[in-house]
């Protein structure tokens, strides 16, 4: 009898010492425990599946030593996982499949591979397709609820652009040009500059560009009108460059020195054109001013989801 309590007072003992799990936080209808906060620190130092799009939102080591904001990352992430539940977003195993087959391929694997590599870093491969199907669901809420609603105009991108970049210009000028060539071929450069003076000096009098350019060009490849091309100003040397800016529509240059010959200028055409320096950069200025603006956003979507949502804080 006495061997029988002492028994019973042995398991009861054992039964009340095992720990019982905190719950740390409720979001809805989930729960965050002591354990989860664990568990997540561990994914964190060991590099685990971890979504990094609600990572980005976050200092990493400071997730690692600050426990109130670890708690509030796992309130973001049962905020967001409460939302795609109750718009019925649903990834069927057909395509978290395809996801993991792209994801293989990309590292170079096949999906035996992606297995063994999986459980050399002690991932179950179930987990891993539980951590892909969950990675897609929010990717598709979040394009719904956040990406979708991003644009970025030409408008922004320059002027981050002309506030970040302070030496350069935004927009220049293209030219489309009429010209009136006297060769250096034909007598030399100082005779065909002569020739070029006289026909300047007829421009000053009145007499129409189109009219004098098809009497006198000794352009090889004329055509009517005496048209020359389209320019950035920035196409041409300084000497040039200096004498085109300064002319507006319809306007006419003096006679200007270039290697072939001298040249009269006719401005048909002038307009404002984003720069070559621009051009270059305008799709990573329109990532980063993606990613920049998708953080907002997705803040600001998440702090009026958390307001909408039942959250307490043990």
């Given amino acids: 009898m006495i061997s029988l309590v002492l028994s019973l007072c042995t398991t009861i003992s054992v039964v009340f010492a095992e720990p019982v799990d905190k719950i740390v936080a409720v979001v809805n209808d989930d729960i965050i425990t002591q354990s989860d906060i664990i568990n997540f620190k561990s994914k964190l ?31 973001d992430e049962k905020t967001i996982d409460s939302e795609i539940r109750r718009l019925g977003l649903a990834s069927p195993i057909e395509q978290v ?35 892909v199907r969950s990675s897609l669901q929010r990717q598709t809420l979040l394009q719904k609820e956040v990406t ?40 030399g450069a100082s005779e065909a500059y002569n020739r070029a003076k006289l026909v300047s000096d007829k421009l000053a009098q009145g007499i129409p560009f189109e009219t004098l350019a098809a009497q006198y060009s000794e352009d090889p490849q004329f055509t009517q009108g005496g048209l020359f091309g389209t320019f950035r100003v920035s196409d041409f040397n300084k000497d040039v460059e200096s004498v085109i800016s300064k002319l507006n529509v319809a306007e006419i240059s003096p006679v200007v020195k270039m290697p072939d010959g001298s040249h009269i200028f006719k401005v048909l055409k002038k307009t404002l054109v984003p720069s070559p320096d621009l051009e270059a950069k305008r799709e990573d200025i329109r990532r980063k001013l993606l990613s920049e603006n998708f953080k907002r956003q997705f803040r600001n979507w998440l702090t009026q989801k958390r307001r909408d949502s039942y959250i307490r804080i043990n």
């Fill in 45 to 75: 130092k060991k590099n685990g599946l971890v979504d990094e799009a609600l990572l980005n939102m976050y200092d990493k080591k400071k997730l690692l030593t600050d426990e109130k904001m670890l708690i509030d990352y796992l309130i």
């Fill in 97 to 131: 499949e395809a996801e993991i087959r792209n994801i293989a391929q990309s590292r170079g694997f096949d999906r035996n591979q992606l297995k063994m590599a999986l459980k050399n870093q002690g991932v179950a491969y179930s987990d891993y397709q539980d951590f």
């Fill in 148 to 187: 979708s609603k991003i644009k970025i105009s030409d408008d922004e991108v320059n002027a981050y652009y002309i506030a970040n970049f302070s030496t350069a210009k935004a927009l220049i000028f293209e030219y489309t040009l009429a010209h009136i060539l006297f060769l250096n071929s034909n007598g």
